[in-house]
């Protein structure tokens, strides 16, 4: 008898390349819900409307969201985007200046910015929103609310 001498006879598989995939799907689907968290900011309790409309699934390419929050510790209001942690107003200011900047060096910029404003949010701090997006050049602005 040749080989390993051992009574089994059998082989084992390799379960090196199926260990492998899952723990890249399982890396894939960690990293897809840090984003999809980042974007929807549990801290932001959205108001409720009765003339709220969905947004539309298709035609929406990478949206922008943008949250605006009642920041209790510092008594101000603190603006978190994706990637980045509280902002002031004025940071906001540049940083929606600068996305702007560097989506149009691709192109027409058509991505909409989302703004999630917490109910308890003062007209004028969501109008300073808007205003900031609109003079840096984004056309496409939405205001997120749920339907009750």
Not at 15 to 33: H, K, N
Request: aromatic share 8%; hydrophobic share 40%; net charge neutral.
């Amino acid at each position: 008898m040749h080989g390993g001498g051992g009574e089994s006879g059998g082989c084992e598989p390799n379960l090196t390349p199926l260990l492998d995939l899952v723990l890249q799907i399982l890396m894939f689907f960690m990293v897809t819900i840090n984003f999809a968290t980042e974007q929807t900011h549990e801290d932001v309790a959205l108001p409720e409307s009765q003339t709220a409309r969905p947004l539309p699934k298709e035609g929406v390419k990478d949206p922008i969201f943008v949250n605006l929050r009642w920041n209790v510790k510092q008594q101000r209001y603190d603006i978190l985007v994706t990637g980045r942690r509280e902002m002031t107003q004025l940071d906001a200011k540049h940083w929606i200046r600068k996305q702007y900047e560097d989506l149009s060096r691709a192109g027409e910029v058509k991505n909409p910015v989302i703004i999630r404003a917490d109910k308890a949010a003062e007209y004028a701090q969501v109008y300073q929103l808007l205003q900031s997006c609109s003079d840096a050049g984004f056309r496409n602005l939405k205001v997120r609310a749920l339907v009750y």
